[in-house]
């Protein structure tokens, strides 16, 4: 398990950074995904990836708003793009899911990460390319609460787009509901451990840029264990990650990834 975990911390942080310059087009309208998430998506970020699939008017609606990505042109700054970023990332992998169910896994599908399949602002780019060349040497620390890979140990899928004027608060919120989630991220005070995502391991670099993962964790973490994190000896550990499907149905709830996966 050791030597998995290595392995995917390594995939994960040694990506070459090539798509450092791809634009995102300004503009984008979230109407239509905003319904989509709030039709599909529980209150514990589960996505209801069956029915979406077999709903053709539905699946036209996330294509048409995928589209809007594709478009060369007037190119996103600041807030807006990192915003359309993260709706990006988060939207390509539902699209790459609902084209691929049913699956127990997003390690179950051939380069799901690396390959260059996604159209954004005239440019093909890979997820690893959104995320580790245009989001994290940027927005950092913060696209890792609201960046969703379809697993079941990401942070909850929210059931809202990101935007500009909110960008903010969203990130804050997303912090505060998944660090909230006994599931994901324990406090245990008998024992002087905070037991946390994975993430903060495997990003650990993007987190001391904010001061460390304890100090990210204390700033919003629930208010019981905040006296916990405040101790200078209280441990932090990391919890192994679960990367079955994020699916409201029965999939993705007893996967186990192996090498072979890992492989894709």
């Known amino acids: 398990m ?8 390594v995939f994960f942080l040694s990506a070459p950074l090539l798509c450092g310059a791809a634009d ?35 699946m036209k609606a996330l294509d048409d708003y995928l589209a809007q990505f594709a478009a060369s042109g007037n190119a996103a700054r600041g807030d807006e793009r990192y915003a359309s970023l993260v709706n990006a990332y ?12 049913p699956t127990e896994s997003i390690w179950s599908l051939k380069s799901s990460f690396k390959e260059r399949r996604h159209r954004l602002g005239g440019t093909n780019v890979s997820l690893n390319d959104i995320e580790n060349d245009m989001l994290r040497p940027e927005f950092g620390w913060r696209c890792h609460a609201v960046l969703v890979c379809a697993a079941r140990s990401c942070p909850p899928l929210q059931r809202s787009a990101y935007t500009a004027s909110a960008l903010n608060d969203q990130v804050a919120r997303a912090y505060r509901t998944w660090l909230g989630r006994t599931d994901l991220n324990e406090f245990l005070i008998d024992k002087n451990e905070a037991n946390v995502s994975s993430i903060f391991k495997w990003f650990k670099g993007d987190f001391d840029q904010a001061g460390g993962v304890k100090s990210v964790v204390a700033k919003y973490a629930p208010p019981t264990a905040k006296p916990l994190l405040e101790k200078a000896d209280s441990k932090i550990t990391y919890k192994p990650y679960n990367w079955g499907l994020n699916d409201q149905g029965p999939h993705g709830r007893n996967y186990k990834i192996n090498i072979i996966d890992f492989l894709h």
């Not at 050791?2 to 911390?9: F, G, Q, V, Y």
């Not at 109407?31 to 539905?58: C, P, S, T």
């Not at 988060?90 to 169910?101: E, G, K, P, S, T």
Request: aromatic share 12%.
């Open 2 to 9: 050791k030597t998995r975990i290595h392995l995917l911390a």
């Open 24 to 58: 995102v087009p300004a503009g984008i309208k979230n109407n239509a995904y905003n319904r989509l998430l709030e039709k599909y998506v529980n209150a514990q970020g589960l996505v209801a990836y069956e029915k979406w699939k077999n709903n053709a008017e539905d």
């Open 90 to 101: 988060n939207a390509f992998v539902l699209r790459w899911i609902l084209q691929n169910y």
